[in-house]
């Protein structure tokens, strides 16, 4: 055998995988954390601030004891039930038991999504791209890339779990059950993150152990959900779910611990079996193969528009199907309010003007409002995807086979604003399904679908800075999910917080009129159109003349 035929010989760091396993664990979690540093603070701030404002914001509205047990009545709603969680201490509703029930899940909810996409990225995302085959080349041990992603996922947990407890306590909560509610908030996003290691094990992509991830999520709420509604407090089936064992704590209740063990013994029963699993596989692959494609791509994908199309679909459908169930569930309460606002007239904090004056027209008007933000996130997600595709170099190689720059965009954002309005258009038809539901009126379909299309061009001029962004600065483009979060936060929060008129203003949405309770007016709109045209021109310009990888 020749020199040139011979098996080179094995590095020397080559048995560092078996003899040494963990080696390099703290040198890759100072990689990760570096990494993740900004995103980890963000998200602290985030969820501190809004469970400090949302504690403050429940205190204004409810005033005193008759206005908490006019909200606990509000509960025997099983669509209230379905976004909240069980209901304790119902016979003396407490603040604390409010505050409880009305912001833990969606702690849990934000934890838990935090989780899943910090131990994907450093997963999955990493064996994608083909970075984690780089490490392991170097003498990196086979476990250091997985227990660095765990101690990550779990110091961002710690980060956000701090940030949880100080808005409680600083808000003057009770500190066990607030300190609980923190530990709870942080041990579910642990839980997930675990969820999230396993499906980091089926799958060669991202974007789909990502999707499985946080597709357990969903079956999780769904679950917890119908077991809350079949019996007060939480059903037998509400424990085969894990958002269910932080909220049966008790929490400002009758506080106990011991559901919160089941979180820990879950979380280390799921990382055992990503360990096993990650044993069944090589680098690179998952267990499920995947299945072959056709040996010529269909004409449509092809193109830039049917490229999108593709790349996007997945998480259109999953967005647009799960927020049309909530929009269905938030027109629900319709037929709950009117009794309530005669009950705690406090409650008008929540609803400025002449909303007061016919509730189901206003409430309907505020909940077609709010809906209509997830469909400006989904536009804002879908211009930013073709960044990512940049990043990865995918964009250069389309550019290189004849699809002009102006070409390439124009198809891009085409398919983006075709699934921002059907996604509109669907969550509008299905909040008047809700209130049509609740009130017996049929004609409230029709009614909230239209309000919720006078929207477009509040989610267009959110969209077109996103391209903006995307055309002249893209290193930049992810600010543009400021403008989307400040749009949530005014719309939420601006009359409790009393917002001054400029503030509010920078958001889109709170130029378009509440139809239908507020008449028509189509100034604002034809001015956010024209505005949105000119920053989408300004985008296909700077796209256009820089480098596609700068």
Known sequence: ?????????????????????????????????????????????????????????????????????????????????????????????????????????????????????????????????????????????????????????ALANLAVGVGIALGLVGTGMETASSLAMALASALTGLLFGAVAAVTAQLTEHARAASGAALGVLAVAFLVRGIGDVMETGGSWLSWFSPLAWGQQTRLYVDLRWWPLALTAV?????????????????????????????????????????????????????????????????GALANSLEDMIDQVPEMGGFISGDLLEDLTTGFTAFIVALMVLPAAALAVAGVLRLRSEESEGRVEALAVTGSSRPGLLGGWLATV???????????????????????????????????????????????????????????AAGLAWILVVWAFFAMYFGDLLDLPEWARAVSPFHHVPLVPNEDYDAAP?????GVAAALVAAGFVGFRRRDVTS
């Open 417 to 475: 604003a075709t699934q921002a309005v059907i996604s509109t258009a669907v969550f509008g038809l299905s909040v008047g399904l809700g209130v049509a539901a609740a009130t017996g009126d049929g004609t409230w379909v029709w009614r909230a679908a239209l309000a919720a299309l006078s929207y477009l061009p509040a989610v267009a001029l959110t969209a077109a800075v996103a391209v903006a962004l995307y055309g002249l600065v893209p290193r």
């Open 1 to 153: 055998m020749t020199a040139a035929t011979q098996a080179p010989d094995r590095p020397v760091h080559e048995g560092t995988s078996g003899s040494q396993p963990w080696a390099s664990t703290g040198a890759l979690l100072r990689v990760f954390l570096r990494l993740d540093r900004l995103r980890i603070v963000i998200w602290t701030l985030a969820v501190g601030l809004l469970t400090a404002g949302s504690v403050d914001a429940l205190d204004a509205a409810y005033a005193g004891p008759e206005a908490l047990q006019a909200r606990a009545e509000l509960l025997e709603n099983p669509s209230a039930v379905m976004m909240t969680g069980p209901a304790f201490g119902m016979d003396n509703y407490t603040f604390g038991a409010m505050v409880a029930n009305e912001l833990s899940l969606y702690l849990f909810l934000s934890t838990a999504i935090m989780s899943v996409l910090i131990a994907i990225r450093h997963t999955r995302a990493e064996e994608e791209s083909g970075r984690m085959e780089i490490l392991r080349a170097l003498p990196v041990g086979r476990y250091a890339a997985p227990t660095a992603t765990l101690v990550t996922v």
């Open 525 to 529: 709109l034809l001015v956010m159109s």
């Open 266 to 330: 879950a979380t280390a029963a799921l990382l055992v079996v990503a360990v096993a699993l990650s044993q069944r596989r090589d680098l690179g692959a998952g267990l499920r193969p995947p299945s072959p494609g056709p040996a010529t791509a269909k004409p449509a994908l092809r193109t830039p528009a049917g490229l999108a199309r593709r790349l996007l679909e997945t998480g259109f459908l999953a967005w647009t199907i799960g927020l049309a169930l909530f929009s269905v569930a938030f």
